[in-house]
């Protein structure tokens, strides 16, 4: 690669930072919309069914011991070594911090509303002319939410990408904050082809009807081949 090659690689590169996080101008403001909730069906029922089996194991236990029987040898290790070691021992204070990291994860979980890999998308009424439309339909109430998969949404742009004249090859990374898209060129210039690249991504970002639009920024480079 020679110094001019070089050049214009960089300059094809860094000439979108001074647009990559402004959205005005460039269609419908953005919209404050919820994020999707997981349900998370599958831990919760993991926890709820080792909390069951635990707390039955030990009712069970102590019932047994109140009854005459001998205890389980599981608890009598348990309590002898918890009798035996000080609170500054090894086990003690990773079995400590174990348990902390565990109901911090939990906490986390409860309080964080999960499914990253979907990106809410505007919702039908959110313009005036669509509420106008729906009061004169006797629509009321109809609460209608959709989303996007943050991989679908990369496979759509690619595809909008190749459309661009001299793109050889593409990849478009979507992110829950900004979309990184990296091309390689094998004719034209490189601004060209990132000017178009631009457009037609910024197209493609605006029709997939995402609550907030995130930034965008865009990478084009010369294939080996074409160097060569």
């Known amino acids: 690669m ?12 860094s000439a979108y930072g001074g647009r990559a996080g402004t959205d005005a101008g460039d269609g419908d403001p953005p919209v404050r919309a919820k994020r999707f909730w997981s349900a998370r069906r599958v831990p919760a029922g993991i926890v709820a069914l080792a909390v069951f089996a635990v707390s039955g194991l030990l009712l069970y236990d102590v019932a047994a011991v109140r009854s005459g029987r001998p205890a389980m040898r599981w608890r009598e290790w348990l309590a002898d070594q918890l009798a035996a070691r000080p609170l500054d021992d090894p086990w003690i204070m ?3 911090a174990l348990l902390a990291a565990l109901g911090v994860w939990m906490v986390v979980l409860a ?4 499914l990253r890999g979907l990106l809410p998308m505007r919702s039908p009424g959110a313009g005036a002319e669509k509420d106008v439309e729906d009061a004169e339909a006797g629509v009321a109430g109809v609460a209608v939410r959709a989303g996007i998969d943050r991989t679908s949404a990369g496979l759509v742009l690619r595809d909008r990408a190749m459309e661009v004249p001299g793109v050889r090859s593409a990849r478009v990374d979507v992110g829950r904050r900004r979309i990184r898209a990296r091309a390689l060129a094998h004719f034209r210039d490189l601004d060209e082809v990132r000017a178009d690249l631009d457009t037609a991504l910024h197209e493609g ?6 609550a907030r639009r995130p930034a965008l920024s865009v990478r084009v480079r010369r294939s080996a081949k074409s160097k060569g």
């Not at 309080?111 to 999960?114: D, V």
């Not at 970002?205 to 995402?210: F, K, T």
């Open 2 to 13: 020679n110094t001019d090659q070089k050049m214009r690689q960089s300059t094809s590169a």
């Open 94 to 96: 990773s079995g400590a």
């Open 111 to 114: 309080l964080t509303p999960g």
């Open 205 to 210: 970002i605006h029709q997939l009807g995402l």
